[in-house]
């Protein structure tokens, strides 16, 4: 069976997942919802989705009733994902947040709460847990092959341009760049070093107050202490270009991905030479082992689910803390 998915919101990554959902082999685009008339007309025709799986911000809660839609995709400002995803679960259908799933990690988890007692899956569209130089490098690491892991360096961001976008606006973005940019970072160190983060320090420097009001952040520094005693330092920002790196430490080898989470080709290498494993568009690529995931249970190596968002949303709320107090902050996962 195929998963047949309605995309919600419209806008610029969800052009970007749409087209990539074209070579789909598990999963295809039958609902589409979205606040603008002529939007939903012109997906409708490209997509071919007919008028009746065609849904706006108001009558979405009727998809419940409609047969030909298993999951929603929630491609909206950050702020929305919370209440939509909600009504998508009561609906009865899966839901896929994007990322940041949530605000902070009070809402992430009502969330995944309201998916469970539904009934209905809940997974964050972290595409790179389906990255096949990422998962070499994972692999490596599980393997032993880069010993005992010591140290992770990430360094996400990008120069944003025009100031009036949602990304900019606290309400809709809940915050700046860790919101949008920095969860890789988070997302990328737990993955890589292959453990959950026991306490967090962070730093925050603003060079522009009117483009970055109070509660958008800038550039944050932050570093993560890990139970086996690994550390990593992590480089979150919205004001510089060509950030987005990865370096894994091991008392016997090394992994370096540049880029690490742009849409690729991801490039990388260890210390036994080039990763060489081929690229696939990101987003075809998670369609289809979300598929696999909803309809199929399938485990992936690196997990999608609510908890996941959950966990990055906690140790983004203790990054906010502790640039706020200036302490390091301890987290109990
Ligand atoms: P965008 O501004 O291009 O699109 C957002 C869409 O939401 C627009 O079509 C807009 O009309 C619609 N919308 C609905 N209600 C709205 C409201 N109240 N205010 C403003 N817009 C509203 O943004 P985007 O870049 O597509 O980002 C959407 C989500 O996707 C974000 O959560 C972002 O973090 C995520 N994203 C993920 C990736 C990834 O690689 N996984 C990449 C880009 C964006």
Redesign the pocket.
């Known amino acids: 069976p195929v998963l047949r998915v309605a995309i919600?919101?419209?806008?610029?990554?969800?052009?970007?997942?749409a087209e990539a959902m074209q070579s789909c082999k598990r999963a295809k685009i039958t609902g589409l919802i979205?606040?603008?008339p002529a939007?939903l007309q012109e997906w409708g025709a490209k997509y071919n989705v007919p008028e009746k799986n065609r849904y706006n911000?108001e009558n979405f809660d009727n998809i419940k009733d409609n047969p030909d839609i298993d999951a929603v995709y929630?491609?909206?400002?950050?702020?929305?994902?919370h209440d939509q995803v909600i009504r998508v679960a009561k609906a009865g259908k899966h839901a896929i947040?994007?990322?940041?799933m949530a605000l902070n990690a009070k809402e992430g988890q009502e969330m995944v709460d309201a998916c469970a007692s539904a009934g209905v899956k809940l997974l964050v569209?972290?595409?790179m847990h389906f990255e096949p130089k990422t998962l070499e490098v994972i692999r490596m690491r599980q393997a032993g092959e880069l010993g005992k892991i010591l140290f992770f360096q990430g360094q996400c961001g990008f120069r944003i341009g025009d100031p009036s976008?949602?990304?900019l606006n606290k309400a809709?973005?809940g915050g700046g760049s860790m919101?949008?940019i920095g969860?890789y970072a988070i997302n990328g160190a737990r993955y890589m070093v292959g453990e959950e983060p026991v306490w967090v320090t962070a730093q925050e420097t603003k060079t522009d107050t009117i483009k970055f009001k109070e509660g958008v952040d800038e550039t944050i520094q932050f570093q993560l202490g890990f139970p086996s005693g690994a550390v990593a330092s992590c480089l979150s920002t919205y004001n510089m270009n060509y950030l987005d790196r990865f370096f894994l430490n091991g008392e016997k080898g090394f992994a370096e991905l540049q880029p690490s989470?742009g849409?690729g080709p991801i490039k990388g290498r260890t210390n036994k030479g080039e990763l060489t494993q081929p690229h696939e568009t990101?987003?075809t690529r998670q369609m289809d082992e979300m598929a696999g995931i909803i309809l199929d249970g399938n485990k992936p190596v690196v997990p999608v689910d609510g908890l996941e968002g959950v966990r990055d949303l906690k140790i983004i709320d203790a990054i906010y803390a502790a640039c706020a107090s200036g302490q390091r902050q301890d987290l109990n996962t």
């Open positions: 919600m919101g419209l806008g610029g990554y969800a052009s970007r997942v979205s606040g603008t939007k911000y929630v491609i909206t400002p950050n702020a929305l994902h947040s994007e990322k940041p569209g972290y595409r976008q949602w990304r809709l973005a919101m949008d969860i989470t849409y990101h987003q």
